[in-house]
Structures are given as structure tokens and as C-alpha cells.
T-cell receptor, first 114, second 112 residues
Framework: GDSVTQMEGPVTLSEEACLTINCTYTATGYPSLFWYVQYPGEGLQLLLKATKADDKGSNKGFEATYRKETTSFHLEKGSVQVSDSAVYFC?????????????FGKGTKLTVNP | EAQVTQNPRYLITVTGKKLTVTCSQNMNHEYMSWYRQDPGLGLRQIYYSMNVEVTDKGDVPEGYKVSRKEKRNFPLILESPSPNQTSLYFCASAGTLNNEQFFGPGTRLTVL
């Protein structure tokens, strides 16, 4: 079945450091890929997405490129801020036999210190 | 304001006492889904619905029921809750799977 593996946290960085959170997936066909962010005490919000190979999703300074050859969708940001502290989830959406569902990774907690 | 609402936000109950968590969206979305979030396990899908009267099991459906009688509502029913259903539950909706999924604020359930 479909699955998503993302790097385990927690990740602790200083403000203005570079961030990479690795995400790889296993799926047949051509899934859509997502990064969601969960701020403390809140629900998940879509951060960015890519729907086909080589697409780059970007938002709020974050980027991720859909790499079919390496089955990866790593999240990157060049300079993190304290306000980026949150849990980040990689996810894929795949059409299976007429049914669709979203599969999430386990999440990576990021803490950014001033 | 476009939103997904869940009620209650917090609930403490006892084993075996039936409960319902409501979910409602005001965006006319076809797709709705329920997830549970547990430490170290991330989010796991319980049930989803592609449209009215169309529901299907996710990865962890045991012990849960859902219904989709109206497009805007997708209640989660626990007929006989057990302590292993203590979790944080999220409802979500989307126009199609490749569009953004909007999440509710979550319901923290404790079963004693």
C-alpha cells in the first residue's frame, strides 16, 4: 500500500538557519504530494503541494520539489524564523480503484530558537 | 468565512457510552474525512466520504461509524468507546483530493 516516510524529529534550529525535512514515499501511479503544518493547539493547514513530477510547490519561503526518480518531496527553507516552530507533515493523495484517501507521514516537530 | 467546525472540542467519557462527534463544513465540498492523531503515529485516516451517501473505510475504521446524509455534515460515531480510542480527532473537507484539504480545529477525546 501507499506509505510516506519522513525524518524523525524533533529538529531544533537557531533563527536564520537552513531547514531540510526529508520525505520519501511509496505509491503506485502518480500521487499528488503535500506538506501540511500544524501550529501548537491548531488543526493542520496546507503549506504547499505538487501534483506531478518535477513540480515545485512553494509558500511562505518554504519549497519542495516532486522528484519521481527518487520518490522524494523534501521540504526546504533557507532561513527559518521563530514563528516557523510547528509540526510538519508530508502526505500523499492517491486514487485507488475509484476511491481516494490521503496518507500522512508521522510528522516532524520543528523548534526554532531566537 | 470558509471553515470546518467540530463539536465538541473536548470530551471525557467512560467506556461503552455511545458518543457522536459532529463535523460540518460550509464550502460545499464533496470530500470529507476523519483522522485520528496519536503521538509517534502521525495522522491515520478513519473513514472518508466522496459525496452524500458514499463512505469508505480508511486505515483504522474499527470501532467507528460514519454517515453522510447531507453534503455539509459528516458525524463520527463511537458506538461503544474504549480507552484505546483516546486520541485527537480531526475532520477535513476538500473539493477534490488534489485540492487543499481544510481541517477542523480538532476534538480531544478521553475514554476512561
Amino acid at each position: 500500500g501507499d506509505s510516506v516516510t519522513q525524518m524523525e524529529g524533533p529538529v531544533t534550529l537557531s533563527e536564520e538557519a537552513c531547514l531540510t525535512i526529508n520525505c520519501t514515499y511509496t505509491a503506485t501511479g502518480y500521487p499528488s504530494l503535500f506538506w501540511y503544518v500544524q501550529y501548537p493547539g491548531e488543526g493542520l493547514q496546507l503549506l504547499l503541494k505538487a501534483t506531478k513530477a518535477d513540480d515545485k510547490g512553494s509558500n511562505k519561503g518554504f519549497e519542495a520539489t516532486y522528484r519521481k526518480e527518487t520518490t522524494s518531496f523534501h521540504l526546504e527553507k533557507g532561513s527559518v524564523q521563530v514563528s516557523d516552530s510547528a509540526v510538519y507533515f508530508c502526505a500523499l493523495g492517491h486514487l485507488q480503484g475509484g476511491s481516494e484517501k490521503l496518507v500522512f507521514g508521522k510528522g516532524t516537530k520543528l523548534t526554532v530558537n531566537p | 468565512e470558509a471553515q470546518v467546525t467540530q463539536n465538541p472540542r473536548y470530551l471525557i467519557t467512560v467506556t461503552g457510552k455511545k458518543l457522536t462527534v459532529t463535523c460540518s463544513q460550509n464550502m460545499n465540498h464533496e470530500y470529507m474525512s476523519w483522522y485520528r492523531q496519536d503521538p509517534g503515529l502521525g495522522l491515520r485516516q478513519i473513514y472518508y466520504s466522496m459525496n452524500v451517501e458514499v463512505t469508505d473505510k480508511g486505515d483504522v475504521p474499527e470501532g467507528y461509524k460514519v454517515s453522510r446524509k447531507e453534503k455539509r455534515n459528516f458525524p463520527l460515531i463511537l458506538e461503544s468507546p474504549s480507552p484505546n480510542q483516546t486520541s485527537l480527532y480531526f475532520c477535513a473537507s476538500a473539493g477534490t483530493l488534489n485540492n487543499e484539504q481544510f481541517f477542523g480545529p480538532g476534538t480531544r477525546l478521553t475514554v476512561l
